[in-house]
């Protein structure tokens, strides 16, 4: 049987890699002025700074293969650790390149899910 947080942490990634690969500019609906990405390393704060950062990247088009989705209850009541694995195709590479991708959701005070931290890695070798 899936847990609540399994269910909604599903969903969430469904969604973030559909902006994502489509319509990017609007991810930035699903962080907050403190919200944390950590890209490749690279620490950047706030909404449009990570908004930047996501639109900037070095390719237009990309589709994401999740393979693996693990989601864990967090302190914070109602927040979710989602733990993601895959692969990103990219129509200028010959092969997809493979991710990690952790998120923690936190409810905003309006009862919402956003995204309060973001850790992406790639996955050499």
Do not use: W
Request: hydrophobic share 35%.
């Amino acid at each position: 049987m899936e847990e609540e947080g399994d269910i909604i942490g599903k969903a969430f990634v469904e969604h973030y890699y559909q902006l994502f690969d489509n319509e990017r500019a609007s991810l930035s609906s699903l962080y907050q002025p403190d919200s944390m990405l950590t890209f490749e390393g690279q620490q950047i704060l706030g909404v449009h700074d990570i908004s930047s950062k996501l639109q900037q990247l070095p390719f237009e088009r990309c589709r994401h293969v999740v393979s693996t989705i693990d989601t864990q209850p967090s302190s914070v009541h109602g927040s979710i650790l989602i733990f993601v694995s895959g692969s990103i195709e990219i129509p200028e590479e010959e092969h997809p390149l493979r991710f990690s991708q952790m998120f923690h959701l936190v409810p905003s005070p309006e009862g919402n899910l956003f995204v309060q931290n973001d850790i992406f890695r790639l996955n050499y070798g």
